[in-house]
């Protein structure tokens, strides 16, 4: 996998499993504009390969992410609020932050977020988007926007109501508060709370680990339906589920998972084929 040089993550792929780390913990890992244009770099190539099968991403020092790093307003990103032209300017610079987070939601693998400290303002954009998340004791998630003025706007208000009760969603919006881990659990934002970061970062890679060996084109399945219907009628996505399990049925990796079950041992399945793009 070729990949411009980092320094906003660190990345690696071992065993099928991807792994994404913040590494800017002097900087409490804020999202600078090289971290924006990093991320959105290396989830692409890794919606193109095959050899990563699931991606846990997780970072570095105290705390997992503050969010926007603020300084770069007014200097690198101008947000001009003193015409219609400017307003509307402000319009498509969010849609492209978006869309990068919304890259870890259509990517074709399962992203597992490992989070320690605080995870804050944009760092919440970004744990929505993930597929599951897991936390460390001393963790919390706080909607800081509201702190600044401003409404939370890169996916946050969109993808929290889907995982956890909407009046929850409402006070972290309207206050600003500290949400603690043990309360994301209690609420279902997280999966499970660890003692600690390397405890967390371990059953991440363990959860990961029971992935890879599942057969890819059936996590891909399993992804596209359940996205799905968190968004249509269950009639819809019945629907969907049928032409999905069409597609991509094969009695070959049937019964090669139930020769391996029997046999003890670990099945083998073909990664998901590569894509190139139409001008490649």
């Known amino acids: 996998m070729t990949l ?13 499993i991807a792994h994404l780390v913040l590494c800017r913990p002097q900087a409490m890992n804020t999202m600078d504009p090289a971290f924006w244009r990093e991320l959105d770099a290396v989830l692409a190539q890794l919606h193109r390969d095959t050899d990563a099968r699931v991606l846990v991403i997780s970072s570095t020092g105290k705390h997992f ?19 219609p032209e400017g307003r509307a300017a402000i319009f498509d610079l969010l849609a492209g932050l978006q869309a990068t987070f919304t890259r ?39 909607i800081q926007e509201i702190n600044i003025g401003l409404v939370a706007d890169v996916g946050t208000l969109q993808r929290l109501p889907k995982l956890v009760p909407l009046g929850v ?32 970062l371990d059953g991440a890679m363990a959860c990961a680990r029971e992935i890879a060996t599942k057969p890819p084109v059936a996590i891909w ?14 009639h819809d996505s ?3 589920m ?6 991509i049925w094969s009695n070959a990796h049937v019964r090669e998972a139930v020769s391996a079950l029997q046999a003890k041992r670990a099945a083998a399945f073909p990664s998901l084929a590569p894509l190139r793009e139409f001008g490649d």
């Open 65 to 83: 992410s503050a969010g926007m790093a603020l300084e770069v307003f007014g200097t690198s990103i101008q947000m001009d609020d003193q015409s």
């Open 221 to 234: 399945g399993s992804k596209q339906v359940i996205d799905y219907a968190r968004e249509h009628t269950t």
């Open 104 to 142: 870890l939601e259509t990517l074709r693998i399962p992203v597992i977020a490992a989070i320690q400290g605080g995870c804050i303002g944009g760092a919440v954009d970004l744990v929505t988007a993930a597929c599951i998340r897991y936390a460390s004791q001393e963790a919390f998630f706080c």
């Open 242 to 247: 049928g032409w999905v399990q069409g597609a």
């Open 169 to 200: 969603v409402k006070e972290l919006a309207y206050t600003g508060r500290r949400m603690p881990a043990a309360r994301a659990r209690e609420v279902g934002l997280v999966n499970e709370v660890f003692e600690s970061p390397a405890a967390c």
């Open 4 to 16: 411009p040089a980092l320094s906003r993550f660190e990345f690696s792929v071992h065993d099928h």
């Open 238 to 240: 019945l629907r969907q």
